[in-house]
């Protein structure tokens, strides 16, 4: 009785425990892969096109939206203490921190995870993965380190074009709604933000970008069989890449608190 | 070229090897063959190292698999059942894929060249060089793989079931093909099949695979006269006999 309640719960816990495990020696091995050659320069630039560029429409209309939407919260909110010139520092500073990267980082995990574990999984179950190895290429090297390396790099790129769009959104809104001068919203938007502000969400969006190809690319390589295989190996990594970037982003939201 | 000895694999309960022993010498073509689920893919993935074995030697060129492996696939080429031709690049481009990176990288000129070459040899003509992989007929798909896996000139190749899903004409055609290529290069080579026109046209010699062991092997001649009643059972395609037909 007790002994199947606690195997009940044990049993759970040795899979998640084991899935860690399996997932912190995959990324040990793709990191200590990236310092390495051979170097796969066209992989790479073709990822960074793919993944940079193509997501910069989806990162820009969701904080195009979060700042206007922030703007105005922060106006309702102030105007109960009278403090409404805060509503463009404090827009920005919501935004550049927390919004930006974080709501950033889930669409690109939505969008980049979710394509890159059924672009994996397919070739994992078509044989392509198989493939690379009999001609000599390392899958490691060719399809993991690639990706990674793209994502990690042009997210914060993603976050700060990111950042000034939705710094806009709350000036339009700002300006076009709720009676601000458009020089002073800007300067106080300007004034008050400090480096770091900008700083750690870029740092954020270079640990969310990792996460998210870190997890499209394992469970893509560790793709079950058939379609269905693949079905579920998207579903999981988008899944484990938007908890990760949400947890990732409290521990480093404490981390830089503490600094 | 290649020896096995006491080759076991289990997936969880599921023996799938149970200490297979086989060899293969320099130039000679042997084909496996055995019905589906008896382990033949299996066999082909540990000799690559795409799947670990749980026992047994594998000897390549004469070494411990693991340490010569690499030098090994430098010299080696196979053709996946389903082509596995990678979709995000051209024909040319999957065919010359060794010859455009790593260590046999050659300038793009000269590797678009030679694909066209070898595109030639399994008779795929120019105009397909610059298609992707999926606007190309099944037949057509595994033509390109043969290309890229005769690539640069292997010493050793595999087959996994080169006339699979394809028409009897279009298998015929692969046959011809890969008996051509294997005599021309002088190539080792191992083909799993269970087509029986393609054992005849490809094998020196010939292994039956069941339940995980060898069950019989012998050249090509001895095939129809060897009183084997898993041979006999299988060339003759009888459903009573040995090889249970509940599968
Ligand atoms: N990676 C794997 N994980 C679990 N089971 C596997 C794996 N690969 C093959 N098998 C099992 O091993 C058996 C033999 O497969 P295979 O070698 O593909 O047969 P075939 O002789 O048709 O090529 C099958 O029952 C298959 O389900």
Redesign the interface.
């Known amino acids: 009785m007790i002994g199947a309640a606690l195997a009940a719960i044990g049993r759970p816990a040795l899979d998640i425990l084991g899935a860690l495990g399996a997932l912190a020696i995959f990324a040990g091995r793709a990191v200590s892969h990236l310092l390495r050659p ?1 170097f ?1 320069a066209r992989e790479f630039a073709h990822q960074m096109l793919q993944i940079g560029w193509l997501s910069l429409p989806v990162v820009g209309l969701t904080a195009l939206f979060t700042g206007a939407a922030l703007a105005l919260q922060i106006y309702d909110g102030s105007s109960r203490f009278s403090a409404e010139t805060v509503v463009p520092t404090i827009t920005a500073i919501g935004m550049v921190r927390e919004l930006g990267p974080v709501l950033g980082g889930l669409m690109v995990a939505a969008r980049v995870a979710s394509s890159i574990a059924a672009e994996i999984g ?2 994992k179950v ?3 993965i ?2 690379l ?5 390392d899958p490691m090297k060719y399809l993991t380190v690639p990706r990674i390396l793209a994502a990690t790099l042009s997210l914060p790129l993603l976050v700060a074009v990111g950042d000034v769009i939705g710094i806009m959104g709350g000036w339009m809104i700002g300006t076009g709604r709720l009676g601000f001068n458009s020089a002073s919203y800007l300067k106080n938007t300007w004034d008050y933000l400090e480096f770091w502000d900008v700083g750690s969400g870029l740092v954020k969006g270079a640990a969310f970008g990792f996460i998210v190809a870190l997890m499209g690319c394992y469970y893509g390589m560790t793709s079950g069989r058939g379609a269905q295989g693949v079905g579920r190996a998207t579903k999981s990594a988008v899944v484990a890449a938007s908890i990760g970037i949400l947890a990732a982003n409290y521990l480093l939201t404490e981390v830089f608190f503490a600094a | 070229m290649i020896e096995i000895s006491g080759l076991s694999k289990s997936f969880g309960a599921k023996q799938v090897l149970r200490g297979v022993d086989l060899s293969v010498a320099r130039g000679e073509s042997l084909v496996v063959i055995g019905g589906s689920g008896t382990g033949k893919s299996v066999l082909l ?1 540990c000799i ?3 799947i670990r074995p749980d026992a047994g030697k594998i000897l390549l060129n004469g070494a411990p698999a693991e340490a010569t492996r ?1 030098a090994f ?2 010299q ?3 053709l ?3 082509g ?4 995000s690049l051209p024909i040319w481009q999957n065919v010359a ?2 010859l455009l ?3 046999l990288k050659r300038p793009r000129a000269e590797a678009r060249a030679v694909a066209l070459e070898k595109l030639a040899r399994v008779g795929l003509g120019p105009e397909t060089a610059d298609l992707f992989p999926a606007e190309l007929s099944g037949g057509m798909q595994k033509r390109a793989a043969l290309a ?1 896996a005769i690539a640069t000139d292997p010493k050793v190749i ?1 087959f996994d079931e080169p006339t699979t899903g394809l028409d009897p004409i279009m298998a015929g055609v692969i046959n011809d093909l890969i008996r051509g290529i294997v005599t021309e290069m002088g190539a080792s080579a191992i083909t799993i099949t269970h087509d029986m026109i393609s054992v005849r046209a490809i094998a020196d010699r010939v292994l039956l695979l069941h339940e995980g062991r060898v069950q019989w092997q012998g050249a090509i001649s001895e095939m129809d006269v060897t009183s084997n009643a898993y041979v006999q059972q299988f060339i003759h395609g009888r459903p009573e006999g040995p090889i249970a037909a509940l599968r």
């Open positions: 051979p796969f397919t070739m078509t044989e392509q198989d493939a190895v009999t001609l000599s290429t | 993935k690559l190292g795409l690499e696939l430098a080696f080429g196979m996946f059942q389903g596995a031709l990678f979709d894929f060794r990176r790593g260590s890229r595999f």
